[in-house]
């Protein structure tokens, strides 16, 4: 359990059950019901088909580092004993990204797989990665392949 | 297009202005009034960025504007420096008002601060934890509680990952980001309106500067000022700011799909525009990419000024830091980038400042004067203009 405080999200609607659903150590990510596609951030419509109909399904935690920063200047006294931090954009293996810490002090580097974890304080999670490690790491560079053949919400447009 | 630029204006900035926002939304106004000779009175439309503190009607009663044709306020940060404009100019050019100000106003480092985060969080009364809501950009629900709380860590964001893709390594993507920001630095040695002015910056002061969200240093962010800009835009021909008043030769603005609730969604977070976008920009303009004389470019930080220069063909995928490494965005170069000094060394009106410096550019009354200017760039993050020098 962390010693730092969090940042809580006070979260309504459709963010309620991304964050309910992290609670239980769960990222959940909207699935089309037509057009079949993984989304996040949460949304009423299908931006790919416009479909209204979707299912909240379980992400399986692997992804790639797509991008990532690590902080070393506080902006906001809530994140003063946080410094410096790495903060990661991921691409997960259904496709949509999902920004968490990076934990333990790791060295990020793009296109590295990582493993969904939790940032864990006394009474809150936070979505969080680790680097795959051995193992995991072929799970990982699976990942990648899934994710390259699944197009997601925001790849149809390219 | 039949618009013009036909009067600027633009306050002190200070990192304390000592005013109300209103106050300097008015002085800034009154200057570009002045700047076009014509009253109060005739403005029939005002244009804001959605983040101003100062109202449209507000700033309608204060300045003694008459009934208005049109008002509006474009959202999404910095790219209304140029959205702002481009929409005021499109209604002009339709005939639905006459004599449009756009303006933005902030007390961007005494009062609420772009770069930090406590316009999204709050201190929860119960026991003092902070809590993100909504959508705050940053700093929203899905990103806050990560610790992504300010641009410059989104610009970060899109500054690694531009480097991965064009494989530069931490010591070449420094020294181009570098370049940007003391060419800038110098620029603004010899510009008065900068809050840099006298502080010059060297390649191993850059390099030795702390770390803000890596890539980025120190030098690659923009200051936060206290100050204010207008824009006045008229239909040519009509006399406003008659003789030298700028055409607004093409006017566009452009957002990617899955630009909400953060740019970190887009399918490729390295560029800041599309190709489409550019490309009707300069079919629009009828010039080519070579008759462009000065770009200003929203440089919140200094992975803007690269990105642009590729998304907009002046060099090839990749061909930014060869650009950079010979000096071509500094005096005398092939296309000088930013000779204000930039946000990173002029200050910051959230872009409005660069609109500014490319007006007096092609009025050949800029401080830092590109010789024979005849054509100008301004883009920010999409939204662009091509300005032309007064007929």
């Known amino acids: 359990v962390s010693a730092r405080a969090p940042i809580r999200p006070e979260a309504r609607e459709l963010e309620a059950v991304f964050w309910d659903g992290v609670q239980r150590e769960q990222v959940l990510l909207q699935r089309c019901g037509r057009c079949r596609r993984a989304r996040h951030p949460p949304s009423e419509l299908c931006g790919a088909c416009g479909s209204e109909s979707s299912k909240w399904e379980q992400a399986s935690g692997d992804g790639v580092i797509h991008s990532f920063t690590t902080v070393h200047h506080a902006v906001h006294p809530a994140v003063a004993a946080w410094v410096p931090y790495a903060v990661l954009l991921v691409e997960l293996a259904e496709g949509p990204r999902l920004v968490g810490r990076l934990l333990d002090g790791a060295v990020p580097a793009i296109g590295a797989p990582v493993r969904l974890d939790f940032d864990r304080y006394s009474d809150l999670l936070i979505p969080a990665f680790r680097l795959a490690d051995g193992d995991v790491l072929r799970g990982g560079r699976c990942a990648v392949a899934v994710a390259a053949d699944r197009p997601t919400e925001n790849q149809a447009l390219r | ?391």
Not at chain 2, 12 to 40: C, T, W, Y
Not at chain 2, 232 to 253: K, P, S, T
Not at chain 2, 280 to 295: C, G, H, M, T
Request: include cysteine; charged fraction near 20%.
């Open chain 2, 1 to 391: 297009m039949r618009a013009v630029i036909a009067g600027i204006g633009m306050t002190e900035l200070s990192m304390d202005s000592g005013r109300s926002e209103l106050a300097l939304a008015v002085m800034a106004a009154r200057a570009a009034l002045a700047d076009a000779d014509i009253e109060p009175g005739s403005i029939d439309g005002l244009v804001t960025y959605s983040s101003d503190a100062v109202g449209i009607a507000r700033l309608q009663r204060a300045l003694g504007a008459g009934e208005l044709r049109l008002f509006a306020e474009v959202p999404y940060g910095g790219s209304a420096a140029c959205g702002t404009v481009a929409l005021a100019a499109a209604a002009v050019d339709a005939g639905m008002a006459r004599c449009v100000l756009c303006y933005r106003a902030l007390n961007g480092r005494s009062g609420t601060r772009l770069g930090r985060a406590e316009r999204h969080l709050s201190a929860e009364p119960s026991d003092g934890a902070f809590v993100c809501r909504g959508d705050g950009v940053p700093g929203g629900v899905f990103t806050a509680p990560a610790g992504l709380l300010a641009p410059v860590q989104v610009m970060a964001l899109w500054a690694q990952r531009y480097a991965h893709i064009q494989r530069l390594d931490e010591e070449r993507l420094s020294r181009a980001l570098g370049s940007v920001a003391i060419t800038q630095r110098r620029y603004a040695q010899t510009n008065p309106r900068a809050v840099t002015r006298g502080v010059p910056l060297s390649m191993d002061e850059y390099l030795g500067a702390r770390m803000i969200a890596s890539p980025l240093r120190l030098y690659d962010v923009c200051r936060e000022t206290d100050g204010a800009a207008a824009i006045l835009i008229a239909r040519d021909g009509e006399g406003a700011g008659a003789g030298r008043a700028v055409r607004v030769q093409a006017a566009a603005q452009q957002l990617f799909a899955y630009s909400e609730p953060l740019p970190i969604y887009t399918p490729d977070i390295t560029r800041l525009t599309s190709e489409r976008a550019v490309d009707e920009l300069f079919a629009a303009a009828a010039i080519p990419r070579e008759a462009i004389d000065v770009a200003l470019i929203y440089d919140a930080t200094t992975i803007a000024p690269l990105l642009t220069l590729e998304d907009f063909g002046f060099v090839t995928r990749g061909g930014a830091e060869e650009f950079l490494a010979s000096g071509q965005h500094g005096p005398g170069g092939r296309l000088p980038i930013n000779p204000h000094g930039g946000l990173l060394s002029e200050g910051y009106v959230h872009g409005m400042n660069a609109v500014v410096e490319a007006v007096e550019q092609l009025r050949h009354e800029a401080h830092n004067q590109i010789a024979g200017a005849a054509h100008a760039l301004v883009t920010a993050r999409g939204a662009s203009l091509i300005l032309g020098a007064p007929a």
